[in-house]
């Protein structure tokens, strides 16, 4: 069994990426905050969408509701703005995974660092949860971008589980 003083230096999986990891559970507040022009376009594009497609299926195919379309387009409307918020954060999540071209991310990632500003989440010291309920919060929302269509999960924990590189875990290999 391993001890609360063990559990921070536990390595974190280290992947093969085309791109530097800035963050490889990064806070909900620090993926909205790095949501791009493009993710928003995205967001917006899931959200017309959605309510496009059942308005053109009803002129298609026409089911003729007594009260009209306006509930039917109010709610497919409401489920695309919900699927392209998942869609932009997860397009967000892989900058900060390495999966996608993430140069914006990681030069602001080196300005805070440099300026010694901890990036949101990534300071144990601000949470209220002990070190084992921190790492119990990582493995739940360690890559749960993936699993959107299952479950929606965030990161919503300040824990130290944030590798951005493999220095960053050189000490967990010994303590394992």
């Known amino acids: 069994m391993t001890t609360d003083a063990s559990l921070p230096n536990r390595a974190i999986k280290q992947l093969d990426t085309p791109y530097p990891v800035v963050d490889a559970d990064p806070h909900f507040s620090r993926v909205v905050r790095s949501f791009r022009g493009s993710d928003y376009a995205a967001m917006a594009g899931a959200t017309a969408a959605f309510p496009s497609a059942i ?22 409307t409401f489920l695309g703005l ?21 140069e914006v991310e990681q030069a602001a990632h080196q300005a805070a660092v440099d300026a ?3 990036p949101p989440g990534t300071d144990p010291s601000k949470s209220d949860l002990t070190p084992y309920m921190q790492g119990v919060a990582h493995r739940n ?13 965030f990161n919503l924990v300040d824990h130290p589980y944030h590798a951005s590189s493999p220095s960053d875990n050189s000490s967990s290999s010994s303590q394992e």
């Open 141 to 153: 929302s360690a890559f749960s971008q993936l699993k959107f269509s299952t479950l929606p999960w």
């Open 82 to 102: 919900c699927g392209g918020f998942l869609y932009a954060y997860q397009r967000s999540s892989f900058r900060f995974w390495g999966w996608r071209e993430n």
């Open 116 to 118: 010694g500003i901890k």
């Open 55 to 76: 308005y053109l299926m009803e002129m298609f195919d026409p089911t003729r509701p007594k009260r009209g379309l306006g509930s039917a387009l109010r709610l497919s």
